[in-house]
Protein backbone atom coordinates (compact mmCIF):
# COMPACT_ATOMS: atom_id res chain seq x y z
CA UNK A 1 0.00 0.00 0.00
CA UNK A 2 1.25 3.42 -0.70
CA UNK A 3 0.55 6.06 2.16
CA UNK A 4 1.31 9.77 1.65
CA UNK A 5 1.19 12.54 4.45
CA UNK A 6 0.82 16.18 3.37
CA UNK A 7 1.64 18.66 6.30
CA UNK A 8 2.41 22.27 6.28
CA UNK A 9 5.69 21.00 8.18
CA UNK A 10 6.68 18.37 10.22
CA UNK A 11 5.94 19.98 13.62
CA UNK A 12 7.78 17.84 15.54
CA UNK A 13 9.25 14.92 13.51
CA UNK A 14 6.06 13.11 13.79
CA UNK A 15 5.53 12.36 10.30
CA UNK A 16 9.10 10.71 10.55
CA UNK A 17 7.42 8.42 12.65
CA UNK A 18 4.92 7.60 11.12
CA UNK A 19 6.77 6.83 7.81
CA UNK A 20 8.87 4.44 9.75
CA UNK A 21 5.95 3.07 11.10
CA UNK A 22 4.46 2.37 7.95
CA UNK A 23 7.53 1.33 6.21
CA UNK A 24 8.11 -1.72 9.08
CA UNK A 25 5.01 -3.07 8.24
CA UNK A 26 5.73 -3.35 4.24
CA UNK A 27 3.90 -0.52 3.26
CA UNK A 28 5.63 2.33 1.29
CA UNK A 29 5.27 5.81 2.72
CA UNK A 30 5.96 9.49 1.83
CA UNK A 31 5.41 13.03 2.99
CA UNK A 32 5.36 16.43 1.80
CA UNK A 33 5.34 19.78 3.41
CA UNK A 34 4.83 23.61 2.32
CA UNK A 35 7.68 24.68 4.28
CA UNK A 36 11.03 23.91 6.25
CA UNK A 37 10.75 21.99 9.82
CA UNK A 38 11.46 23.71 12.76
CA UNK A 39 14.36 21.90 15.17
CA UNK A 40 15.70 20.66 12.07
CA UNK A 41 13.09 17.87 11.90
CA UNK A 42 13.40 16.28 8.33
CA UNK A 43 10.85 18.02 6.28
CA UNK A 44 10.93 14.65 3.35
CA UNK A 45 9.56 16.35 -0.12
CA UNK A 46 9.47 20.06 1.20
CA UNK A 47 8.16 22.03 -1.50
CA UNK A 48 9.55 25.48 0.46
CA UNK A 49 6.68 27.81 -0.86
CA UNK A 50 6.40 31.57 0.13
CA UNK A 51 3.63 33.56 1.92
CA UNK A 52 3.65 30.62 4.51
CA UNK A 53 5.76 30.02 7.36
CA UNK A 54 6.08 29.63 11.62
CA UNK A 55 8.25 32.62 11.83
CA UNK A 56 7.38 35.13 14.88
CA UNK A 57 6.79 38.02 12.43
CA UNK A 58 4.41 36.11 10.33
CA UNK A 59 2.39 35.14 13.23
CA UNK A 60 2.18 38.31 14.64
CA UNK A 61 1.35 39.81 11.61
CA UNK A 62 -1.70 36.85 11.06
CA UNK A 63 -2.97 37.84 14.59
CA UNK A 64 -3.49 41.52 14.14
CA UNK A 65 -5.16 41.02 11.31
CA UNK A 66 -7.50 38.57 12.99
CA UNK A 67 -7.91 40.92 15.94
CA UNK A 68 -9.46 43.59 13.42
CA UNK A 69 -12.42 41.09 12.56
CA UNK A 70 -12.23 38.37 15.50
CA UNK A 71 -11.45 40.92 18.54
CA UNK A 72 -8.64 41.40 21.41
CA UNK A 73 -8.26 37.14 21.03
CA UNK A 74 -7.34 37.41 17.28
CA UNK A 75 -5.77 34.69 16.29
CA UNK A 76 -6.75 32.81 19.64
CA UNK A 77 -10.04 33.32 19.20
CA UNK A 78 -12.36 30.00 19.42
CA UNK A 79 -15.18 29.25 17.08
CA UNK A 80 -18.25 28.04 17.39
CA UNK A 81 -19.76 24.97 15.23
CA UNK A 82 -19.75 21.35 15.33
CA UNK A 83 -17.77 21.25 13.23
CA UNK A 84 -16.66 24.82 13.29
CA UNK A 85 -16.29 25.80 9.27
CA UNK A 86 -13.23 28.22 7.97
CA UNK A 87 -14.82 31.08 5.86
CA UNK A 88 -12.48 33.78 4.53
CA UNK A 89 -13.03 37.48 6.94
CA UNK A 90 -12.66 39.32 3.72
CA UNK A 91 -12.69 40.12 0.08
CA UNK A 92 -9.11 40.80 0.78
CA UNK A 93 -8.21 37.38 2.47
CA UNK A 94 -10.71 35.40 -0.16
CA UNK A 95 -7.98 37.44 -2.73
CA UNK A 96 -4.70 36.56 -0.82
CA UNK A 97 -5.64 32.84 -1.32
CA UNK A 98 -6.45 32.49 -4.84
CA UNK A 99 -3.64 34.66 -5.43
CA UNK A 100 -1.38 31.82 -2.64
CA UNK A 101 -2.86 29.27 -4.62
CA UNK A 102 -2.06 30.53 -8.36
CA UNK A 103 1.41 31.17 -7.53
CA UNK A 104 1.78 27.91 -5.17
CA UNK A 105 0.64 26.07 -8.43
CA UNK A 106 4.06 26.40 -10.30
CA UNK A 107 5.67 24.53 -7.60
CA UNK A 108 3.02 22.32 -6.94
CA UNK A 109 2.15 20.63 -10.20
CA UNK A 110 5.50 19.86 -11.11
CA UNK A 111 5.69 18.08 -7.75
CA UNK A 112 2.74 16.20 -8.01
CA UNK A 113 3.97 14.88 -11.56
CA UNK A 114 7.74 14.30 -10.21
CA UNK A 115 6.55 12.39 -7.56
CA UNK A 116 3.65 10.60 -8.92
CA UNK A 117 1.31 11.56 -5.90
CA UNK A 118 -2.17 10.87 -7.18
CA UNK A 119 -0.96 7.04 -7.22
CA UNK A 120 -0.62 6.83 -3.78
CA UNK A 121 -3.24 4.97 -1.98
CA UNK A 122 -3.71 6.77 1.40
CA UNK A 123 -4.04 10.66 1.66
CA UNK A 124 -3.83 11.92 4.82
CA UNK A 125 -3.98 15.84 5.45
CA UNK A 126 -2.32 16.65 8.58
CA UNK A 127 -4.28 19.49 9.90
CA UNK A 128 -6.94 19.01 7.83
CA UNK A 129 -5.41 21.00 4.32
CA UNK A 130 -3.55 20.00 1.22
CA UNK A 131 -1.73 22.09 -0.85
CA UNK A 132 -4.34 24.47 -2.32
CA UNK A 133 -7.04 26.19 -0.18
CA UNK A 134 -9.66 25.81 -3.06
CA UNK A 135 -9.23 21.84 -2.43
CA UNK A 136 -8.74 21.42 -5.85
CA UNK A 137 -6.04 18.77 -5.63
CA UNK A 138 -8.67 16.47 -2.80
CA UNK A 139 -11.23 17.53 -5.71
CA UNK A 140 -9.15 15.24 -8.11
CA UNK A 141 -8.41 12.83 -5.60
CA UNK A 142 -12.15 12.32 -5.13
CA UNK A 143 -12.56 11.99 -8.77
CA UNK A 144 -9.69 9.44 -8.63
CA UNK A 145 -11.50 7.19 -5.60
CA UNK A 146 -8.55 7.81 -3.31
CA UNK A 147 -8.88 7.39 0.35
CA UNK A 148 -8.56 10.90 2.61
CA UNK A 149 -7.92 11.17 6.04
CA UNK A 150 -7.44 14.09 7.96
CA UNK A 151 -5.60 14.86 11.62
CA UNK A 152 -6.64 17.76 13.43
CA UNK A 153 -4.80 19.47 16.23
CA UNK A 154 -5.16 22.58 18.39
CA UNK A 155 -5.67 25.67 16.28
CA UNK A 156 -6.79 23.57 13.06
CA UNK A 157 -10.44 23.15 14.89
CA UNK A 158 -10.49 25.86 17.85
CA UNK A 159 -9.70 28.65 15.86
CA UNK A 160 -9.57 28.00 12.24
CA UNK A 161 -12.03 25.28 11.42
CA UNK A 162 -12.17 22.38 8.79
CA UNK A 163 -12.57 23.08 5.23
CA UNK A 164 -16.13 21.77 3.34
CA UNK A 165 -14.83 20.79 0.51
CA UNK A 166 -12.14 18.37 2.26
CA UNK A 167 -14.85 17.67 5.45
CA UNK A 168 -17.06 16.17 3.08
CA UNK A 169 -15.25 13.45 1.79
CA UNK A 170 -12.70 12.40 4.58
CA UNK A 171 -12.90 9.14 5.28
CA UNK A 172 -11.59 9.71 9.04
CA UNK A 173 -10.79 12.20 11.20
CA UNK A 174 -8.06 11.87 13.93
CA UNK A 175 -6.96 13.74 17.05
CA UNK A 176 -4.69 13.57 19.37
CA UNK A 177 -6.21 15.70 21.82
CA UNK A 178 -9.13 14.43 23.78
CA UNK A 179 -11.48 17.94 24.01
CA UNK A 180 -11.21 18.10 20.06
CA UNK A 181 -13.65 15.06 20.16
CA UNK A 182 -16.17 17.57 21.09
CA UNK A 183 -15.65 19.77 18.71
CA UNK A 184 -16.46 17.38 15.27
CA UNK A 185 -19.16 14.82 15.03
CA UNK A 186 -17.29 12.19 13.07
CA UNK A 187 -14.05 12.26 14.93
CA UNK A 188 -11.53 9.50 16.36
CA UNK A 189 -9.16 9.18 19.30
CA UNK A 190 -5.65 8.27 18.66
CA UNK A 191 -2.11 8.93 20.17
CA UNK A 192 0.76 10.70 18.51
CA UNK A 193 3.63 8.37 18.45
CA UNK A 194 7.26 8.81 20.05
CA UNK A 195 10.26 7.16 20.26
CA UNK A 196 11.70 5.75 23.24
CA UNK A 197 14.96 5.49 22.41
CA UNK A 198 15.69 9.00 22.67
CA UNK A 199 15.50 8.76 26.46
CA UNK A 200 17.48 6.62 29.22
CA UNK A 201 16.25 6.31 32.36
CA UNK A 202 17.50 8.55 35.63
CA UNK A 203 16.05 8.01 38.88
CA UNK A 204 18.41 10.19 40.83
CA UNK A 205 17.15 13.59 41.57
CA UNK A 206 18.50 17.17 41.96
CA UNK A 207 19.59 19.17 44.71
CA UNK A 208 17.71 21.37 44.52
CA UNK A 209 15.21 20.32 42.12
CA UNK A 210 15.76 20.86 38.72
CA UNK A 211 12.55 22.27 36.51
CA UNK A 212 12.15 22.78 32.86
CA UNK A 213 9.91 25.05 31.09
CA UNK A 214 9.93 24.54 27.11
CA UNK A 215 7.34 26.50 25.40
CA UNK A 216 6.55 26.39 21.61
CA UNK A 217 3.87 29.34 22.28
CA UNK A 218 3.89 31.10 25.18
CA UNK A 219 0.35 32.27 25.11
CA UNK A 220 -1.05 28.44 24.59
CA UNK A 221 1.43 26.77 27.04
CA UNK A 222 0.45 29.57 29.81
CA UNK A 223 4.00 31.03 30.12
CA UNK A 224 2.88 34.18 31.82
CA UNK A 225 2.13 32.07 34.99
CA UNK A 226 4.54 29.41 34.57
CA UNK A 227 7.57 31.54 34.47
CA UNK A 228 7.23 34.81 37.16
CA UNK A 229 6.14 31.35 39.63
CA UNK A 230 9.70 29.31 38.88
CA UNK A 231 11.45 32.65 38.67
CA UNK A 232 10.28 33.92 42.10
CA UNK A 233 11.25 29.75 43.50
CA UNK A 234 14.49 30.11 42.11
CA UNK A 235 15.58 33.23 43.43
CA UNK A 236 14.29 32.26 46.79
CA UNK A 237 16.85 28.96 45.93
CA UNK A 238 14.25 26.43 46.78
CA UNK A 239 14.67 25.48 43.31
CA UNK A 240 17.04 25.25 39.67
CA UNK A 241 14.66 26.56 36.67
CA UNK A 242 15.68 26.11 33.04
CA UNK A 243 13.67 28.13 30.65
CA UNK A 244 14.30 26.63 27.06
CA UNK A 245 13.59 28.24 24.06
CA UNK A 246 14.72 28.58 20.35
CA UNK A 247 16.88 25.95 20.99
CA UNK A 248 17.94 22.93 18.52
CA UNK A 249 15.47 20.06 19.28
CA UNK A 250 18.47 17.53 20.37
CA UNK A 251 20.00 19.92 22.48
CA UNK A 252 16.47 20.28 24.06
CA UNK A 253 16.04 16.92 24.70
CA UNK A 254 19.39 16.61 26.33
CA UNK A 255 18.86 19.27 28.77
CA UNK A 256 15.21 17.84 29.56
CA UNK A 257 16.88 14.89 30.95
CA UNK A 258 18.24 16.59 33.56
CA UNK A 259 15.45 18.03 34.66
CA UNK A 260 13.41 16.61 37.42
CA UNK A 261 10.19 18.54 36.40
CA UNK A 262 9.03 19.48 33.01
CA UNK A 263 6.16 21.66 33.04
CA UNK A 264 3.96 21.97 30.22
CA UNK A 265 1.09 24.14 30.33
CA UNK A 266 -1.43 25.36 32.70
CA UNK A 267 -4.56 26.89 32.41
CA UNK A 268 -6.72 25.85 28.90
CA UNK A 269 -5.89 28.52 26.64
CA UNK A 270 -4.40 25.80 24.55
CA UNK A 271 -6.92 22.93 25.46
CA UNK A 272 -6.84 20.42 27.66
CA UNK A 273 -6.75 17.17 25.82
CA UNK A 274 -2.92 16.71 24.68
CA UNK A 275 -2.15 12.97 24.30
Known sequence: ?????????????????????????????????????RNDFDSGICLNLPLVMAKPWYMTGRHKYYQFYRGQLGDYQEKDGFPPIW???????????????????????????????????IIHLEWGLEFYRDCSFVKRLVDLNKAITCTYHGQDLRTRGVLRAIDRVSKLNLTSEVDLLEK???????????????????VALNDPIRICHCPTNRHYKGSDTIIPICEQLAEEQKIEFILLENKPFDEVQSIKQTCDILIDQVHNRGGWGYG
Not at 10 to 25: C, I, M, P, R
Not at 184 to 202: A, E, G, I
Request: overall charge negative.
Open 87 to 121: NPHSKLERWYFSFRDWLWHFKIEPTIEQYQLLDFD
Open 1 to 37: MKILYISPENTVGTLSLWKKAHEAQGNQCEFVTLFKA
Open 184 to 202: HPNMKYMFLPFDTNQFSLN
